[in-house]
C-alpha cells in the first residue's frame, strides 16, 4: 500500500512489526499482574492495545521519515527510511535489552487430522486454525477497504496522481497517513500471533521478516494484496519443504533463489503488471 501511494519501500515494516511482538509480551505480563485471567479477554484487550500503540509508530515514522522528504529525489527517502529502521531496533535493544524474550503458551490443544500406521499423527492447532482464519478475513477486509470505501478511493486517486487527487478535494497528507496507520496495524496483527505462535521475540526479528515481506510484495507483484499474500504463502511453503526434505540452514537461499528465478521470467511478480504510461 505504501509504495503504491508514495512510490517508496517502507524498509521499516519489519521493525514495526517487531515492535508489535514486543508490546504483546509486554501487555501479557501486564495483564497477567493485573490478575485477569480469562483468555478470551486477556486475547482482545492485548489485541488492541498491540494495534493502538504499533499504528501511533506507525504515523510517527511517516512524520518524521517520509513526509519532509516526499519531493525529494527517491534515494533520500530510501536512506532515511533504512536509517529509520536501524533507530528502531536499536531503541528497541536499549529499551528492552539484546536477551531474547520468552512467553509462556496462552491457546493450547489441536485437532487430529489423520494418524499414520505406526502412530504418527497429524494435526492443526487452535491457534493455526485462529491464525488462517484471522489472515483471511484481514485480508479481504483489506481488499474491500480498498476498493470500495471512500479511504481506499482517495488511496487509489493518490496512487494515480496526488496533485490531481488534490485538486478534486483528496487530502493527501492524511490519506498516506491514514495508510501508514493502517499498515501498522497489520504488521502488529502479525507481530501478535507470531508472539503467540512461538512464544520468542527479540530486538533483530523484524530485519528478516521484513526483507521477506518485500520478497512477498515483489514475488507477488508490487502493489498487488493477492499477489503479496500469495508470494508469503508460497515463501512459507517452498521453506517448509526445504527445511523438511533438504539443508534447513539453506532455506533463505532456496527462498531468494527462486526470487531471480520467478523474476527472470516475470520481472514484474506474478500478479504485477507492468506500468503503462500514456503521453
Same mark, same amino acid.
Given at each position: 500500500?505504501?509504495?503504491?501511494?508514495i512510490?517508496?519501500?517502507?524498509? /521499516?515494516?519489519?521493525?514495526?512489526?517487531?515492535?508489535?511482538?514486543?508490546?504483546?509480551?509486554?501487555?501479557?505480563?501486564?495483564?497477567?499482574?493485573?490478575?485477569?485471567?480469562?483468555? #478470551?479477554?486477556?486475547?482482545?484487550?492485548?489485541?488492541?492495545?498491540?494495534?493502538?500503540?504499533?499504528?501511533?509508530?506507525?504515523?510517527?515514522?511517516?512524520?518524521?521519515a517520509?513526509?519532509?522528504l516526499?519531493?525529494?529525489?527517491?534515494?533520500?527517502?530510501?536512506?532515511?527510511?533504512?536509517?529509520?529502521?536501524?533507530?528502531?531496533?536499536?531503541?528497541?535493544?536499549?529499551?528492552?535489552?539484546?536477551?531474547? &524474550?520468552?512467553?509462556?503458551?496462552?491457546?493450547?490443544?489441536?485437532?487430529?487430522?489423520?494418524?499414520? #500406521?505406526?502412530?504418527?499423527?497429524?494435526?492443526?492447532?487452535?491457534?493455526?486454525?485462529?491464525?488462517?482464519?484471522?489472515?483471511?478475513?484481514?485480508?479481504?477486509?483489506?481488499?474491500?477497504?480498498?476498493?470500495?470505501?471512500?479511504?481506499?478511493?482517495?488511496?487509489?486517486?493518490?496512487e494515480?496522481?496526488?496533485?490531481?487527487?488534490?485538486l478534486?478535494?483528496?487530502?493527501?497528507?492524511?490519506?498516506?497517513? /491514514?495508510?501508514?496507520?493502517?499498515?501498522?496495524?497489520?504488521?502488529?496483527?502479525?507481530?501478535?500471533?507470531?508472539?503467540?505462535?512461538?512464544?520468542v521475540?527479540?530486538?533483530?526479528?523484524?530485519?528478516?521478516?521484513?526483507? &521477506?515481506?518485500?520478497?512477498? #510484495?515483489?514475488?507477488?507483484?508490487?502493489?498487488?494484496?493477492?499477489? /503479496?499474500?500469495?508470494?508469503?504463502?508460497?515463501?512459507?511453503?517452498?521453506?517448509?519443504?526445504?527445511?523438511?526434505?533438504?539443508?534447513?540452514?539453506? &532455506?533463505?537461499?532456496a527462498?531468494?533463489?527462486?526470487?531471480?528465478?520467478?523474476?527472470?521470467?516475470?520481472?514484474?511478480?506474478?500478479?504485477?503488471?507492468?506500468?503503462?504510461? &500514456?503521453?
Amino acid at each position: 500500500m505504501v509504495y503504491g501511494i508514495i512510490g517508496m519501500i517502507n524498509f /521499516a515494516h519489519g521493525e514495526i512489526y517487531m515492535i508489535g511482538a514486543f508490546i504483546t509480551v509486554i501487555s501479557f505480563v501486564m495483564l497477567s499482574l493485573l490478575g485477569i485471567s480469562n483468555v #478470551a479477554v486477556v486475547l482482545m484487550i492485548v489485541l488492541l492495545v498491540t494495534m493502538l500503540i504499533t499504528s501511533l509508530y506507525g504515523w510517527s515514522i511517516e512524520r518524521v521519515a517520509y513526509r519532509p522528504l516526499r519531493h525529494s529525489p527517491r534515494l533520500a527517502p530510501l536512506i532515511s527510511a533504512i536509517g529509520m529502521s536501524v533507530v528502531l531496533q536499536n531503541y528497541v535493544q536499549l529499551l528492552q535489552g539484546a536477551r531474547v &524474550k520468552t512467553m509462556s503458551p496462552v491457546l493450547e490443544g489441536s485437532i487430529a487430522l489423520t494418524q499414520r #500406521a505406526d502412530g504418527f499423527v497429524v494435526s492443526i492447532s487452535y491457534l493455526q486454525i485462529i491464525i488462517i482464519v484471522l489472515t483471511t478475513f484481514l485480508m479481504a477486509g483489506v481488499t474491500l477497504l480498498i476498493h470500495r470505501s471512500p479511504l481506499g478511493r482517495a488511496q487509489r486517486a493518490c496512487e494515480q496522481d496526488k496533485i490531481m487527487a488534490a485538486l478534486v478535494g483528496v487530502n493527501v497528507d492524511r490519506t498516506i497517513s /491514514a495508510t501508514f496507520l493502517l499498515g501498522a496495524a497489520l504488521a502488529a496483527i502479525a507481530g501478535f500471533m507470531v508472539t503467540m505462535y512461538y512464544g520468542v521475540v527479540d530486538f533483530f526479528m523484524g530485519f528478516l521478516a521484513g526483507m &521477506k515481506a518485500f520478497t512477498a #510484495a515483489v514475488l507477488g507483484g508490487i502493489g498487488s494484496l493477492p499477489g /503479496a499474500m500469495l508470494g508469503g504463502v508460497m515463501i512459507g511453503l517452498i521453506e517448509s519443504f526445504w527445511g523438511g526434505y533438504m539443508n534447513a540452514q539453506y &532455506k533463505d537461499v532456496a527462498v531468494f533463489g527462486i526470487l531471480m528465478l520467478v523474476l527472470m521470467v516475470r520481472p514484474n511478480g506474478l500478479f504485477g503488471r507492468p506500468e503503462i504510461e &500514456k503521453v
